[in-house]
Each structure stands twice: as structure tokens, then as C-alpha cells.
Nanobody, 114 residues
Framework: VQLVVFGGGLVQPGGSLRLSCAAS????????MSWFRQAPGNGRELVAG???????NYAESVKGRFTISRDNAKDAVYLQMNSLKLEDTAVYFC?????????WGQGTLVTVSS
């Protein structure tokens, strides 16, 4: 399973960004897809996750601001990030769980700065 991440960049506080992640390879079904992030000097943290059923979960710090969505037909996951804060600055990664294994995409840098 290969995951390619699109999006990221520089945005001002209060702005919005949309991340996309597309999976490819040989697999029958992706169970869950998630977004993680890692800020400088910190460990990776779960930002949001979504199951194939559409059930979602979010970190408390992003609830109400970020929205995760998924296109099962395209094996893609998206993260709409609104009302971005300085503390959202991090490298963002997407993951896909297939048959109990978790695959990681390359990270994309999101910088929130004025």
C-alpha cells in the first residue's frame, strides 16, 4: 500500500487548508484511514480518523475546526482544516490500516504563521 499526500503549505492564523491522501497498491479494502501530526520537538499525535463506515474521531484540540472525510471509491482521505492556529504547525501524515497493518504516507508540512 502506497500513500501519497497532497496539500500543506503556509497559511495565516485563522486560515484554511485542505490535505488529501490517496492510497494505491494491491489491497481489497482499507479499514480505517487517519491523519497524524508531529510538531517540532513533539511526538506524533492522532489528529483525526475515519472508518470505512464513516465513523470519525478527532483529537480534542481540533474538534470543531478540522473535518476528516473519505472517498472509499478512490481510496482517499481528506482533512479540511479551518480556523488554523499557530499550534497546528506540524508535519502531517496520513495512514491506512489494511488487514491489521498500518501504512504511512510521506509527511507534508503545514505552517501557520503571520
Amino acid at each position: 500500500v502506497q500513500l501519497v499526500v497532497f496539500g500543506g503549505g503556509l497559511v495565516q492564523p485563522g486560515g484554511s487548508l485542505r490535505l488529501s491522501c490517496a492510497a494505491s497498491g494491491s489491497f481489497s479494502r482499507i479499514n480505517s484511514m487517519s491523519w497524524f501530526r508531529q510538531a517540532p520537538g513533539n511526538g506524533r499525535e492522532l489528529v483525526a480518523g475515519i472508518f470505512s463506515s464513516g465513523i470519525t474521531n478527532y483529537a480534542e484540540s481540533v474538534k470543531g475546526r478540522f473535518t476528516i472525510s473519505r472517498d472509499n471509491a478512490k481510496d482517499a482521505v481528506y482533512l479540511q482544516m479551518n480556523s488554523l492556529k499557530l499550534e497546528d504547525t506540524a508535519v502531517y501524515f496520513c495512514t491506512a490500516q489494511v488487514r491489521g497493518l498500518v501504512y504511512w504516507g510521506q509527511g507534508t508540512l503545514v505552517t501557520v504563521s503571520s
